[in-house]
């Protein structure tokens, strides 16, 4: 098994060339801190809206290479997470973000298709199945709040028969089924979505990590180890480094960590089991099972176990972690027992940027020139499309469908996290709790009384885990 921090995706689509980085002085109309899906996005609907406007992208390391390129490659909208929305801004809100997201899938595949890049687009929804009896019916809130807002075609509940039919695998029970995801290959749309930035003249620039910014009435000036850029507006979409030490919105957002394991191509596993790759799926728990399979008949699955973050750091356990994939690979083994014997050829990480409400934010500092989002909390694929737009209206000063949704300044965007070092150390001792608690109900036992309470923790305090 090959344990990286990159990971299959990234060396089954090819590694780019790295472009040179910042040297020098610019003045320009843009300037975009991060080269992932966000990132990238803001820089392609920018370019889109106005050919003329400077835009610069400047990337730490490799445009595509974090998390945005590593993550599992589900294509995810937000009617799965409808109760949640609801919750924070309203049932009208709630639909425009839906309608939102949804769109979004779309519109990924077309920009796939229009730049002619095979990024495995496959469009079969989404099943989240119980595997205890403590996690049946875990989507009733979901079902019940798409209902009574008029869109309930959006996800219907399955029995253990017709989970069975689609996936047999002796841990699925019951599940709900949403019809709002495709399964992708991330790295392949990553890399995409940067050759066509390059290729529209939009300026990228790989190994410039930002050291500092000066928001000031003159303009926004970004330094970086080579040199600094000066623009009007500015764009914050650098994921996981948000958390870290002088950003702005660090003490919005928790890091956590994800790991994956990916097998060789098991072509007779997958029709034993009868699963063609839709739906994709994820269990009920917490820290939640999520699994796909690839053209070639590998199947992956991830496990959003991993360890908390420290002071926003983004290396580390967050990229490789053997505890961890070994549990990973034990979970994989325990839903499919038919892999067993079967080789694992891959293992990776990589940090979750987790907001309260489990729910991504837009939000501009006070200048009304610098603008971030942030909080995917492991489900940006798709919403990074969307938020893309968001930030390119923003930035151009337009109240249209995108700049008025309620992503943008939500309250709960002001709900802050502890101080470091309390975060790392409450979050991992809450992390720990959820981990025992889920693994007893799994073995079928009463979960010990102190996990149970610690694990309650966060709905207490109003931090969302799960959905």
Known sequence: MKHSPHGYWIEEAGRPEAVPPLRGDLNLDVVVVGGGFTGMWTAWHLHRSDPDLKIAVLEAGGAGLGPSGRNGGFVEGMWSNFRNLEKQHGQAAALEIGHAAER??????????????????KQGGYMTVSTSEAQDGAWDGQIEALGQAGVGEHAKVLDRAEVQAVCRSPRFREAALFDDTATI??????????QALIDEGVMLFENSPVTAMNDSPSGVTVWTPGGKVTAGRAVLASGAALAGFGSPVRDKVTIASSHMVITEPVPDVLEKIGWNGAPAITDCRSLLNYTRTTPDGRIALGWGGGRIAAGGRRSGTAEVDGEVVEEVSRNLTDYFPDLAGRRITHAWGGPIDASASHLPHVVSLPSGRVFA??????????PTQMVGRIMSSLVLDRRDEYSRLALVE?????????????RWIGGTIIRDAIRRKEAAEARGERPGPVSSLIAAVPKMIGFHIGR
């Open 104 to 121: 979004s899938i779309g519109q990924i595949e077309e920009f796939l298709d229009e730049r002619g890049i095979d990024a495995w687009f």
């Open 410 to 422: 939500p309250t709960s965007a002001l709900t802050s996290v502890p101080p470091e070092p309390f």
């Open 185 to 194: 290959q991330p790295a392949r749309l990553a890399f995409g979505l940067r």
């Open 373 to 382: 989002a942030f909080g995917y909390t492991g489900n940006g694929v798709g």
